[in-house]
Each structure stands twice: as structure tokens, then as C-alpha cells.
């Protein structure tokens, strides 16, 4: 009796991929859920999103950064090239918690920008290579997936491209995680919120870093198969 064979590498990468496509559509929906549900308990004081970033730039002392809307949904940014806190119009006008700890996170990475904060100095330096590497990876990769024993070295520069583009989102982490715990942290101590809202804000801000924890694992398991495919290229 044969024994019977296990998964190749192919449908490994298959279920990988599926299984991050899944959690992926899953954070994202929680995170759609858990704000539209906070953006129904309104702040202590009334203040908006847009009030929120205002104070807080305030508070630190920075000038200089503009407060805009946005179109869309969870759209919120910082842009740190003009310097612009750019909120969704839920997050600007409205005056929730929600809007408050979305507003507060993005404003937390103006603070970044301005104490020089050395993982968004990082990130924002890797901004140029990961625009050109976004632009030609694809095309790099399928010819070099074509091509890979004829030419394995263009298979290894879309690998190389890959993977800055896989280092910008392990970097992003960092950069996240750290404007939520500045945004939380002013929230509580400026009494925006108080020992419940608190952890309504915390929850918003923590299934919102889920997102990028996703997406960076998920290129890290689509990195780790093209090098798979380029290991294995005379099998």
C-alpha cells in the first residue's frame, strides 16, 4: 500500500493565502463593526475629531499641520510630505468616541513627525523605493516566475523588490502601535474620555492595528513563496 502524499508547496501557498485573504476580510469587518458601534457614544464634552487633533497639536506645541476632510470611510492619514492630518468626514465633524480616538491616532503620528520619531523617520526614508517597487514588482515577478530557469536573477530582483516592500509594512508596526498609545494616553489624561470610554477607544484603535499585523504577515507568507519558487527552480 502507496502511502499517500502530502500538500506540495503550491497548495501550502494556496491555503496561506486564502487563510490571510479570510482573517483579512474578518479584522477588516470587525473593525468596521467596533467603529460604527463607538461612533454612537458621543464625548463628554462634545468635541469633534476635528477639535480633538486642533487641541492636542495644542497641547505639544506644533505648528504648522494642517486639519482637512477626507472622502470614504476609515480613509483617516497623516501625510507627512505637507504636513496635513487628513480626517474622514465621520472623524471630522463627528463627536464620538470613535472620531475622537481615530482623530487622537492620527494626530499622534504629527507628534512622530515632530519629535522625530526614529521608526516614522525610517518608514518615511523607504517611502521613494517602495513607490518604485510597488510600481514594477508584479511585472518583475511574472517574468521572472516565467523565466526562472533561463534567467534567475530577474526572479531575484522582483524578490529583492518583495521584500522592501514586506520590511516598510513590518516598520508600519511600530509606527501604529506607538501613535495609538500616544493618542490613548492623551485621551485619558485629558479627560476626553474616562475609565469605560477608554476601553472603547482602546478597541477601536487595537482591531485598526490588527489590519496592518494582517497585511504584514501576509506579504511576509507571499515573500517566503517566491523565494520557494526560486530555491526550487531546477527541480
Do not use: C
Request: charged share 10%; net charge positive.
Amino acid at each position: 500500500m502507496e502511502p499517500t502524499p502530502g500538500l506540495g508547496p503550491n497548495a501550502w501557498i494556496w491555503i496561506i493565502f486564502i487563510g490571510f485573504t479570510l482573517i483579512s476580510w474578518l479584522v477588516s469587518h470587525q473593525l468596521k463593526s467596533r467603529f460604527q458601534k463607538y461612533s454612537k457614544i458621543p464625548t463628554a464634552n462634545g468635541m469633534t475629531g476635528r477639535d480633538v487633533a486642533e487641541k492636542i497639536l495644542r497641547d505639544n506645541g506644533i505648528t504648522g499641520v494642517k486639519i482637512g476632510s477626507v472622502e470614504g470611510m476609515l480613509t483617516d492619514h497623516y501625510n507627512p510630505l505637507n504636513k496635513t492630518i487628513n480626517l474622514s468626514h465621520d472623524v471630522y465633524y463627528g463627536n464620538s468616541i470613535a472620531a475622537a480616538a481615530v482623530a487622537a491616532h492620527e494626530t499622534g503620528h504629527a507628534l512622530q513627525h515632530a519629535t522625530g520619531y526614529s521608526m516614522l523617520r525610517m518608514r518615511s526614508a523607504l517611502v521613494p523605493a517602495v513607490e518604485f517597487a510597488s510600481h514594477w514588482v508584479q511585472w518583475i515577478l511574472l517574468a521572472g516566475i516565467i523565466l526562472v530557469n533561463s534567467f534567475p536573477g530577474l526572479l531575484l530582483t522582483g524578490i529583492a523588490l518583495f521584500a522592501i516592500m514586506t520590511l516598510f509594512s513590518f516598520i508600519t508596526l511600530p509606527v501604529e502601535i506607538n501613535a495609538s498609545h500616544r493618542a490613548l494616553a492623551w485621551l485619558r489624561n485629558s479627560g476626553i474620555t474616562d475609565y469605560q470610554t477608554q476601553g472603547y477607544a482602546f478597541d477601536a484603535l487595537k482591531w485598526a492595528a490588527y489590519t496592518y499585523v494582517v497585511a504584514a504577515l501576509s506579504s511576509l507568507a507571499t515573500l517566503l513563496y517566491y523565494v520557494m519558487i526560486f530555491l526550487n527552480r531546477r527541480e
